[in-house]
């Protein structure tokens, strides 16, 4: 079936610095990619995402691009702020039906001031 | 407009005794899904309901949870008995067409001692 694996945390880094976390997936036909975002005492977030191959998705000074030849969507961004530290989860919506959305574990990031 | 909400934000209770969540999206969305982050593991998805009808119940664990939409409104979900392993964060997420973006709420976590 579907999955999606995530680069494990938890990723700290100091501000300014730059931010690459990796997520690669498994499917079958052509699923859209996605980045959510849980701030602390917060619900999931959409934060990016991607419906074919090639599309850039962007939003806050993230990025990630949709990969069909590596089968990756890694979120990056150039200079992290303290007020990114968040818990990040790739995830993808099949081709099926109902467009449940299958989760990677989730990478916990810290930036410190 | 207010966003999906789920009540209550945090449940304790003992092996054995019932549970019920519920959940409030967001006014006119159709579509409505219950997720499920277990300490350590991957958000799953547990069902999907368009209006009043479950359109998928794949992610359910078993017969000891129960989901409903009565009227197309509101969900709720439960869990008769509960069990330890049933401890976890659920999270649920509408949307107004199925390929459009899920809006989440802040989650349920739920403690079974």
């Known amino acids: 079936g579907d999955s999606v694996t995530q680069m494990e945390g938890p990723v700290t880094l100091s501000e300014e610095a730059f931010l690459t976390i990796n997520c690669t997936y498994t499917a079958t036909g052509y699923p859209s990619l996605f980045w959510y975002v849980q701030y602390p005492g917060e619900g999931l977030q959409l934060l990016l995402k991607?419906?074919?191959a090639d599309d850039k998705g962007s939003n806050k000074g993230f990025e990630a691009t949709y990969r069909k030849e590596t089968t990756s969507f890694h979120l990056e961004k150039g200079s992290v702020q303290v007020s990114d530290s968040a818990v990040y989860f790739c995830a993808l919506a099949g081709a099926g039906n109902n467009r449940k959305l299958i989760w990677g574990l989730g990478t916990s990031l810290a930036v410190n001031p | 407009e207010a966003g999906v909400t789920q009540f209550p934000s945090h449940s304790v209770i003992e092996k054995g005794q019932t549970v019920t969540l519920r959940c409030d999206p967001i006014?006119?969305?159709?579509?409505l899904y219950w997720y499920r982050r277990v300490m350590g593991k991957e958000i799953k998805f547990l069902l999907h309901?368009?209006?009043?009808?479950?359109?998928?119940e794949s992610g359910m664990p078993n017969n000891r949870f129960l989901a409903e939409r009565t009227g197309g409104t509101y969900s709720t979900l439960k869990v008769q008995p509960a069990e330890l392993e049933d401890s976890g964060v659920y999270f649920c997420?509408?949307?107004?067409?199925?390929?459009?973006?899920?809006?989440f709420g802040p989650g349920t976590r739920l403690t079974v001692l």
């Open positions: 991607a419906t074919k």
């Open positions: 309901f368009v209006k009043e009808s479950k359109q998928d």
């Open positions: 997420a509408s949307s107004q067409e199925r390929m459009h973006e899920q809006f």
């Open positions: 006014s006119g969305h159709d579509n």
